[in-house]
């Protein structure tokens, strides 16, 4: 397994929210021994998303999911969360670039209304 490929999915995830949402403010929390970098958060007008790298996946966790239209079925984990839902995003698979910028657009929405 390539062990860049989880660094490469942050780093697109992370130009996917810059081009959806201009103003975004990333920010690293959550530091501690096992994870020194932190987790980065992503923020507009309210928190939109973490972005976590585990060993076989990258989980993006909209923090106000539940709330946010997902036309084209993105969400894949947390689906009986309250709140939130979540992107679980496994080594070899695509990203639909569009579909992921229109649900921050939509996350943005929501945190702005």
Do not use: H, Q
């Amino acid at each position: 397994m390539d062990a860049d490929w989880r660094a490469e999915t942050v780093d697109k995830v992370r130009s996917l929210i810059e081009e959806a949402v201009p103003d975004v403010v990333e920010e690293a929390k959550w530091r501690k021994a096992s994870n020194p970098d932190g987790v980065p958060t992503f923020s507009a007008d309210g928190l939109i998303c973490t972005v976590e790298t585990y060993k076989d996946k990258v989980k993006v966790t909209m923090a106000k999911g539940a709330s946010v239209p997902d036309p084209t079925g993105l969400y894949n984990s947390s689906l009986d969360g309250g709140t939130r839902r979540a992107i679980d995003i496994f080594e070899g698979e695509k990203l639909d670039d569009d579909a992921f910028v229109a649900l921050f657009r939509s996350a943005v929405a929501v945190n702005r209304s």
